[in-house]
């Protein structure tokens, strides 16, 4: 069963936290374990994150980067976080998916677009991007032993 560690943005704002409940469950659907569940979650202290320290949600979340097999992060919502988290993974030689849905207001990083390693998908719909995740997750089963 592939680890997948989904990013999404938190004080970066959370406008967007229903689309992240919406693909998390699509994730999770796919025989596959999504290490950061609590992204969805309309209420994030409902994860217990509220009472722990800044350096405590730090090393758990990088623990969790390097045991996951794959990285999926919405990036439409800006976050300095989930920025940080990709170019960590990219360090770490991960296959990452970044969904963005494109508007009048919002261009994605060059610095996101511009890096050759990185799966960039544009989406306009929530079924859209399930399908790109979809034929993410069907080339990790094609090149990566299953654990
Ligand atoms: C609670 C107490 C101290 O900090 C918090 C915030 N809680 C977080 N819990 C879990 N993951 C977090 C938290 N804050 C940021 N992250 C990680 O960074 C997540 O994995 C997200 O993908 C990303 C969001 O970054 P920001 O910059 O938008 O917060």
């Known amino acids: 069963m592939k680890k997948i560690y989904f990013a999404g943005s938190i004080r970066g704002g959370r406008d967007d936290t229903s689309y992240y409940q919406l693909l998390i469950s699509y994730i999770a659907s796919l025989d596959c374990t999504v290490l950061t569940e ?11 994150e509220e009472g ?5 949600i730090y090393e758990r979340d990088m623990a969790w980067l390097t045991e996951a097999d794959a990285i999926v992060a919405e990036v439409t919502n800006p976050s300095l976080g ?6 960590k993974a990219e360090d770490m030689n991960k296959p ?4 963005f849905r494109p508007s009048a207001e919002r261009k994605l990083s060059a610095m996101i677009v511009g890096s ?25 089963s094609a ?4 654990a």
């Open 38 to 48: 609590h992204i969805g979650l309309k209420d994030i202290k409902a994860m217990g």
């Open 52 to 56: 722990k320290t800044e350096q405590w």
């Open 82 to 87: 989930v920025g940080y988290e990709i170019a």
């Open 96 to 99: 990452i998916l970044c969904l």
């Open 116 to 140: 050759p390693n990185l799966v960039i998908h544009e989406y306009a719909s929530v079924p859209d991007a399930e399908q790109a995740i979809s034929d993410f997750v069907d080339k990790l």
């Open 143 to 146: 090149t990566q032993p299953v």
